[in-house]
Nanobody
Framework: QVQLVESGGGLVQPGGSLRLSCAASGISIRFYFMAWYRQAPGKQRELVAQITTTTSTTYADSVKGRFTISRDNAKNTVYLQMNNLKPEDTAVYYC???????WGQGTQVTVSS
């Protein structure tokens, strides 16, 4: 059974940084395309970033140049480095494995002064 556990969320001031982690079990992520999504209150869940098995990456336009997705296959973990955070980045962030149709429980990110 695939299990994804996100961590690293919290409260940060505008302009600040956070690094989210997604620790996977039940699969070896080296064989999987991985993604981060987010869902703000009253809005639909949206794709933030994704990374292929060959570490090619794509980003939502709203986070390009500020967020970086990466993977450590040895640690079976995917990361999302978020810099220059803005209030509109406030959301619950979820890790997702498309081929396994598996979601994590989410981690709250709040950007506020």
């Amino acid at each position: 059974q695939v299990q994804l556990v996100e961590s690293g969320g919290g409260l940060v001031q505008p302009g600040g940084s956070l690094r989210l982690s997604c620790a996977a079990s039940g699969i070896s992520i080296r064989f999987y395309f991985m993604a981060w999504y987010r869902q703000a209150p009253g809005k639909q869940r949206e794709l933030v970033a994704q990374i292929t098995t060959t570490t090619s990456t794509t980003y939502a336009d709203s986070v390009k140049g500020r967020f970086t997705i990466s993977r450590d296959n040895a640690k079976n973990t995917v990361y999302l480095q978020m810099n220059n955070l803005k209030p509109e980045d406030t959301a619950v962030y979820y890790c997702y494995v498309p081929l396994a149709s598996s979601w994590g429980q989410g981690t709250q990110v709040t950007v506020s002064s």
